[in-house]
């Protein structure tokens, strides 16, 4: 069965408690003490009335002895007239009435409250010395006992004794804890110190009636209580002589024993639960607050660390969960974090797929575009070769030298062009792998575009050129051979793009780390959005334009391959294609 | 600050325990009394309960000094039990103490008072010991003849009015009648009519005069005796605190003895037993009491076997 979680914690600390005062020895040896000390007593206190229900018994023997002598002396006076019952009666304050009478009837009479009684029935009879008679009571219901006392010469006495009267004649108890009382042979009170029970007739109790006359016994009275008793036969009256008290009126003087060993018990209970609490409570707080504190962990979150408080290896072990709960919270907030922050993050990652996918795509369309303009570019020279090639060959035709010198010419043009392609092709191949090899030297920009310009201009095929350059020098460290194509390059791009009556311009400026060359015309330029591709290999806006789609690409390996940055802009309606070279490296120009 | 919270709410607990033990409320036993001439009951009675040491209760004694009419100022306030010492006191308890229990000390005639249902089993709130004067008055002609034979006439003072006085009438005309004694009368309803008793006495030729239980009687014993022995006849009493007064012979219980035999009684109601159901009880003892001197400033001489029956004799 489970119990309930306070009931739990409450035994267990009364529990520490006690043991921790040693209460329950304590209450053992109590009980033990106060059962021992009131066996003892209460074996006393069944002397003590044993011997008082004794003395009672002589008392009253020798009272009824008296009575009996008394009346007896009376008897045998009444020669004398009343005046003997008259003297018997006043030394015998328990008599009412007295009769003496014979054979011829009453002689004498003498009661204490009437002047002249009515004759009490016989109850002597001749041969026996001494009657009791059953016993009456009168209209006030005190019992009275009838005697009859008989003489051989035929005189007889007969008597009314206020029973309540002799009892209190003798009855002087030594003990006023104790209770006597008288009972007649029915087991009916005839005296008592208690006269309610008397007049109102009231029987003893069984166990009084049917006890084992001289020994002490024990019986439960009507209202349930303990009491302890001594009957005692009184063979003249035939009834018993019982002396008895409640037992808790004979424990009574334990009682005060008692209550101050109950008080100093409860005051050592008192003194000791509270350092046995502290100390109990010194153990379970922790535990409580560990308890507390894996429950606010089961339930997601413990707010505040736990109090260290009681013995070190208490404080230990909280200091060692709080610890674990600020992991545990820690690790908690960074999964929610991480929770949080997933989505997003696998969104970026979705997206970054995307991206790459879309390049790797794009890769793959340029590859695909990459050998399809390859292909395409080397096809056209190889077409012209063999067909050139299988004309001079054809057996059926006698072409004149002159003819044939041509054809060859066209064939070298073509088989150049594909040298060209190869070669550019692999300056490609070795940028992108970054094996492109340059050989920079430190040169003057100026004096370079100076010895270029007579080329530059016959590139220009008519159009206006104008070039505009620094007065002095500007030194920077490149790979001539490979510059120069760049430039031709771009200066071949601006007039293969720009109108036929456009200008084509070359400038050259300093920057603060670098120079930049300039080659701009007037043409419209690529696309918004295309400035970056046209460097990609094999990149034409137009498809219509003539070309491999590898210059620029190849320009700007080169200029990369140099340190610098080449790029396309539009400038006030002019398309400018630059260049940017680090300065720098001409101490001897 | 913890340590002292557990200690009080320890200490605290035991200081109720130890405080909460009921303080026994104060219960008031009045006696009321008509006058001196049963004053020496009231006192045995309030000496014998004080003895008992019951908790809380506290007697105290209202005399009237021998006016009636003042009784009911006696009654009233917080009283727990009235207790009286005679048939008026009892009376005017009975009908203007409320609710109170009243327990007599010394009542003559409780059945024919009717303030009790039976002297076995009373059942109101009305008890005590029952002094059985009434019927005594003819045993006390019979032992005034035994005292002084040579009585003859007999001047019976009463009171009418007061309940016992018939019964104790009749008691004395049928113990006269039997013991060959006239009888003379004299009703007293007051102080007053004391007047004139010895001339009664002279007239009638009384040789001794007899009181039967009256307040009026007993409060006024004095006058009584003086005109009792103006007139050269002995008085006889209903107590021994009366031969003391100056009666000549008393027969009857004797007052403080009742007194005692009432303080149990009323220890008995304390300790919770219903009055309705406590019996009433009669003295326990009755007592002869003669006082020679009286004879013999009054040239009288008891018979001395009287004197051997007598429980008492003054000199």
Request: net charge positive.
């Amino acid at each position: 069965m489970r119990r309930a979680p306070w009931l739990e914690r409450l035994e267990g600390r009364f529990t520490l408690a006690a043991a921790a005062a040693g209460l329950l020895p304590l209450v053992l040896v109590g009980a033990v003490a106060w059962y021992g000390l009131s066996r003892s007593y209460l074996g006393l206190a069944g002397a003590r009335i044993e011997s008082e229900a004794a003395r009672l018994q002589g008392s009253l023997d020798g009272r009824l002895e008296a009575i009996v002598g008394v009346l007896g002396e009376a008897l045998d006076a009444t020669a004398d007239g009343a005046w003997p019952l008259r003297f018997a009666a006043a030394r015998l304050p328990e008599v009412v009435e007295l009769q003496v009478r014979d054979d011829r009837g009453v002689r004498a009479r003498w009661s204490r409250f009437e002047v002249d009684p009515v004759p009490l029935p016989p109850l002597a009879r001749a041969g026996v010395p001494e009657t009791w008679g059953p016993v009456q009571r009168d209209r006030w219901g005190e019992p009275q006992l009838t005697l009859g006392l008989a003489r051989p010469s035929g005189r007889y006495l007969e008597a009314r004794l206020r029973a309540p009267v002799l009892w209190d004649a003798l009855v002087e108890l030594r003990d006023p804890a104790l209770h006597a009382y008288l009972t007649d042979g029915s087991g009916r009170i005839l005296a008592s110190s208690d006269r309610v029970e008397v007049l109102r007739g009231e029987r003893a109790p069984r166990e009084v009636r049917r006890g084992v006359a001289g020994q002490v016994f024990r019986y439960r009275d009507g209202r349930g209580a303990w009491r302890l008793a001594v009957a005692r036969d009184v063979d003249r009256l035939g009834g018993r002589l019982v002396v008895e008290a409640p037992v808790r009126g004979l424990l009574a003087p334990l009682s005060v024993p008692l209550w101050t060993l109950l008080a100093a018990m409860l005051l050592a209970m008192a003194a000791s639960y509270v350092p046995g609490w502290r100390l109990a409570r010194s153990v379970t707080r922790p535990l409580d607050e560990l308890a507390r504190g894996a429950h606010e962990l089961e339930r997601g979150r413990l707010e505040r660390p736990l109090a260290e408080s009681g013995p070190p290896e208490a404080r230990a072990t909280v200091r060692a969960f709080n610890r674990m709960a600020a992991e545990l919270e820690q690790s908690r907030l960074e999964l929610e974090d991480y929770a949080r922050h997933l989505e997003d993050r696998v969104a970026e990652r979705t997206e970054a797929l995307r991206l790459a996918l879309e390049r790797a795509l794009e890769a793959d369309r340029a590859k695909t575009r990459f050998l399809a303009s390859v292909s395409h570019e080397l096809r056209t020279p190889l077409a012209s070769i063999k067909g050139f090639a299988s004309t001079l060959l054809a057996p059926d035709v006698a072409w004149k030298p002159e003819e044939a010198a041509e054809f060859l010419r066209i064939i070298e043009s073509e088989a150049d062009r594909m040298h060209y392609l190869v070669n550019d092709l692999l300056d490609l191949a070795r940028g992108e792998r970054g094996a492109f090899a340059v050989r920079p030297a430190p040169r003057d920009a100026v004096r370079l575009l100076r010895e270029l310009e007579p080329r530059l201009r016959r590139l220009a095929r008519g159009r206006r050129f104008r070039v505009r350059l620094p007065a002095g020098p500007l030194c920077v460290r490149l790979d001539a051979e490979r510059i120069r194509s760049v430039l031709v390059n771009l200066v071949e791009n601006a007039v293969k793009y720009g109108p036929v009556d456009g200008e084509v311009a070359l400038e050259l400026d300093e920057l603060p780390e670098a120079v930049r060359f300039r080659v701009s015309d007037a043409g419209p330029g690529v696309p918004e959005g295309l400035e970056e591709r046209v460097f990609e290999p094999f990149f034409r806006a137009d498809d219509a334009t003539r070309g491999s789609g590898l210059g620029l690409a190849i320009a700007r390996t080169i200029v990369e391959a140099h340190g610098g940055t080449i790029g396309l802009t539009r400038e006030g309606g002019r398309t400018v294609a630059w260049f940017t070279l680090p300065k720098g490296g001409c101490k001897d120009a | 600050m913890k340590t002292r919270t557990a200690w009080i709410a320890w200490l605290l607990p035991l200081l109720l325990l130890g405080g909460c033990r009921k303080a026994s409320a104060e219960r008031e036993v009045r006696v009321v009394v008509s006058g001196p001439g049963r004053l020496a009951r009231a006192q045995a009675f309030a000496e014998r309960l004080r003895s008992y040491g019951l908790d809380g209760v506290r007697v105290r004694v209202c005399d009237a000094g021998g006016e009636a009419a003042r009784l009911a100022g006696c009654l009233g306030g917080s009283v727990a039990l009235y207790v009286t010492v005679g048939g008026v006191e009892t009376r005017t308890a009975v009908e203007g103490g409320g609710d109170v229990p009243v327990l007599y000390v010394g009542l003559a005639a409780s059945l024919d008072w009717g303030f009790v249902e039976r002297l076995s089993r009373p059942g109101g709130r009305v008890t005590g010991v029952d002094n059985n004067y009434a019927e005594l008055s003819g045993k006390r002609l019979q032992l005034l003849q035994l005292a002084l034979p040579e009585v003859r006439r007999v001047l019976v003072l009463y009171q009418p009015g007061v309940v016992p006085t018939a019964r104790g009438l009749v008691s004395v005309r049928g113990a006269a009648e039997g013991l060959g004694l006239e009888l003379a009368y004299r009703p007293v309803r007051a102080a007053s009519d004391l007047v004139g008793l010895e001339a009664q006495v002279v007239e009638t030729g009384a040789d001794a005069v007899l009181l039967l239980p009256s307040y009026v009687l007993e409060n006024h014993l004095g006058e009584v005796l003086a005109r009792t022995n103006a007139a050269g006849v002995p008085l006889v009493g209903l107590d021994a605190d009366q031969v003391r007064a100056g009666a000549f012979l008393a027969y009857g219980a004797d007052g403080a003895a009742m007194g005692r035999q009432a303080a149990r009684m009323a220890r008995q109601l304390f300790l919770g037993y219903p009055i309705a159901e406590m019996p009433v009880e009669r003295p326990q003892r009755m007592t002869l009491t003669i006082h020679r001197g009286v004879a013999r400033r009054l040239g009288l001489e008891p018979d001395p076997r009287t004197l051997d029956l007598a429980d008492e004799v003054l000199p």
